[in-house]
């Protein structure tokens, strides 16, 4: 099988340049060669540098930090007349060749808004790829961290817009003419992010009052609320809900106080975990989140001051006369409702003789027991703090929502 493709060679007769002639090439293009000027026969004429971006994935994006690191590669491509060759001179095959990042001139980029060092694209001995028209193509591949300020009003259902923006020290406009080759990102390599969905991708070059170009990287994202949801949302309105039930549990167990303290609890862990995840700063604005646990809080401080006064009513000796008030209230709350559940049970052709501890509603002789206040009490706090808890809810999903 060698033998006929050294035939096909003799008789097409291909021509292949080999390593010495690329070696003279290299020698031949870096003599005398300052890689600390820049390309352009004619000074008066900017370099134009064709620019791009290849998003790989988006690796973190944090919050309370307020930094974005993104893996990716920019892409930059430009005609440097003093490295264009006759390939004819080598071989007549040699039409590309690479070199070494340091060996030659390249726009050297820095990050303007760096979340720790400042540090340029592209290592030392990264290579760049020659065409014998004078071409040259880079495309350095890193780790890109920058500052990002989050906006968490609607956290965990919150959008986040970054930017990381690069320019070149030392040269203006006039010198440097870069170019977007693509208004978006390059997403051909893109493999999704397990926390953020990103949306919309923008590629643009700003020229700046001090008349120096600025490549604006900006990457729209989306938090994904799955996770949000199932983990967070969901048992903290099941323990405010949970919360109701301390005032149908029989005071004779002695549990009331006890378990309105510990579900208490539970929602200030998932207070303190919200927090711990959010910036410290109040700017834009606070978590709505922040604002519905708080109240969560301040509700759950009411049962447990409601479970508190509830059992002193119902420890209270039958010695004591309960005052005008207290009994008006539990006719009105408590006594009203067993007599009509009373009423509702009877049949119409049934004759029943009823011996009820308690006198026919209206009767100035009734004889209300403290028993009965704590009762009526319970069925008020438990219509109140249900519709505190649901109007917190509604309100806040509302807002989110909208």
């Known amino acids: 099988m060698l033998w006929k493709v050294w035939f096909l060679s003799l008789l ?20 005398g060669y300052n890689r600390r000027i820049r390309p352009g026969a004619d000074r008066t004429t900017p370099v ?88 040259v193509d880079f495309y350095p591949p890193d780790l890109y961290e920058s500052t990002c300020d989050a906006d968490v009003t609607y956290y965990p259902f919150d959008k986040q817009k970054c930017s990381l923006l690069y320019y070149i020290p030392g040269y203006y406009s006039d010198d440097i003419n870069i170019l977007a080759e693509s208004s978006k990102f390059h997403m051909d390599l893109y493999e999704k992010n397990g926390l953020w969905e990103v949306t919309e991708t923008s590629f643009t070059i700003e020229t700046t009052a001090k008349n120096f ?18 983990g967070l949302l969901l048992p903290i309105v099941l323990m405010n809900f949970i919360q109701l039930f301390v005032f149908l549990l029989p005071v004779e167990s002695g549990e009331r106080l006890g378990f309105s303290i510990t579900v208490l609890l539970a929602v200030a862990v998932f207070l303190t975990i919200i927090q711990d995840k959010l910036p410290e700063a109040s700017e834009p604005n606070v ?48 006594l009203c409702c067993t007599q009509v559940n009373l009423k509702q ?20 002789e009734i004889h209300i027991k403290w028993n009965d206040v704590g009762k009526a009490f319970d069925r008020v706090c438990i219509t109140f703090f249900f519709l505190s808890l649901v109007l917190n809810n509604i309100v806040y999903f509302i807002i989110i929502f909208s």
Not at 297 to 314: K, N, P
Not at 345 to 364: L, N, T
């Open 12 to 31: 097409l007769g291909v021509e292949c340049y080999t390593i010495a002639q690329e070696t003279l090439l290299h020698q031949d293009l870096l003599n």
């Open 48 to 135: 134009n540098i064709l620019a791009s971006f290849t998003l790989v994935t988006l690796k973190e994006f944090s919050e309370s930090d307020g930094k974005i690191a993104v893996v990716g590669a920019f892409g930059f491509s430009w005609i440097d007349e003093r490295l264009a060759w006759n390939p004819v001179s080598y071989g007549n095959d040699l039409y590309s060749t690479k070199v070494y990042f340091e060996d030659i001139w390249v726009p050297k980029f820095v990050n303007l808004n760096p979340y720790d060092n400042l540090k340029r694209v592209g290592l030392d001995e990264m290579d760049c790829v020659l065409q014998d028209s004078g071409r």
């Open 213 to 230: 170009q600025v490549i604006h990287l900006t990457i729209s994202m989306t938090r994904r609320t799955t996770y949000y949801i199932a």
């Open 287 to 334: 978590s709505l989140l922040t604002y519905k646990l708080l109240v969560d809080m301040i509700i759950g401080c009411g049962m447990i001051l409601a479970v508190v006064i509830g059992m002193r009513f119902y420890h209270r000796s039958d010695d004591i006369r309960v005052p005008w008030i207290l009994r008006g209230f539990t006719r009105c709350f408590y």
């Open 345 to 364: 049970s009877i049949k119409p052709d049934e004759v029943v003789e009823i011996k009820s501890e308690k006198p026919i509603m209206g009767s100035d």
